[in-house]
């Protein structure tokens, strides 16, 4: 019982995921679905709000634009690559999105009415960057973000390695029958209820769109 199923675990290193072999600077990427395709997009507008927001800020409050400055670098750093890489994709699979993200950015600058912001919310939004370059991002955007990250893509064990984490307890489990287990796996995978009566929990890659998972039992 206190085990991973050893036939998932086979699958697991022999299977790799559908890609599709990328031209220019994109690495092979996973193949995309619609669902796929919308949290990318809302990914890409998650980090176009925060650097718009970043920059219409700073021009309203000189002061704390260094520290804004500063902030988003340090998230650039770490996630950057990924918005990139996921417009890039979208650009060369999804017939509409060159043609609509002119205005969706439009869009996301006239929804900014900096006059409403006081110093001490700019404040609170530096932390909430610094917390965001920590991973501290809500889902499915996170997981977009992981997904894609070129680096990951290429070297996927790095995102394990770099502590984006994940641990499912099976304590307090009513398929568990009492065994107490713990797994750890990337958090841009996703756990769901095993289908039949003795499986435990699947955990799928690419937030449960993948073709690698891990079956515990």
Same mark, same amino acid.
């Given at each position: ?87 890039? *994709?979208? &650009? ?8 609509? +993200? @002119?205005?969706?950015? =439009?869009?996301?600058?006239?929804? /900014? ?23 501290? *991002?809500? &889902? ?8 894609? +990250? @070129?680096?990951?893509? =290429?070297?996927?064990?790095?995102? /394990? ?57």
């Amino acid at each position: 019982m206190q085990k991973i199923l050893l036939k998932s675990v086979i699958i697991l290193l022999l299977i790799k995921p559908a890609v599709i072999l990328a031209e220019g600077n994109l690495p092979p990427y996973p193949a995309i679905t619609n669902a796929g395709a919308r949290e990318m997009a809302q990914a890409y507008v998650y980090y176009m709000g925060q650097s718009i927001s970043v920059k219409q800020l700073s021009e309203k409050l000189p002061k704390l634009a260094s520290e804004l400055n500063r902030a988003q670098l340090g998230f650039d750093r770490i996630f950057k690559s990924a918005v990139e890489t996921i417009d890039l *994709i979208l &650009s060369k699979d999804n017939n509409h999105w060159s043609k609509d +993200k @002119p205005q969706l950015l =439009r869009d996301i600058e006239a929804s /900014f009415d900096n006059n409403l912001v006081t110093a001490e919310q700019v404040k609170q939004f530096i932390d909430e960057i610094d917390n965001r370059s920590k991973g501290v *991002i809500p &889902s499915p955007i996170l997981e977009s973000l992981l997904i894609y +990250k @070129p680096a990951f893509i =290429r070297y996927p064990a790095d995102e /394990f390695s770099q502590g984006y984490i994940e641990t499912f307890h099976t304590i307090g489990h009513p398929k568990a029958k009492g065994v107490d287990f713990k797994i750890e796996y990337p958090k841009s995978w996703r756990p769901q209820e095993g289908k039949r009566p003795n499986v435990v929990q699947t955990i799928v890659s690419e937030n449960g769109r993948g073709l690698e998972s891990i079956v515990l039992v």
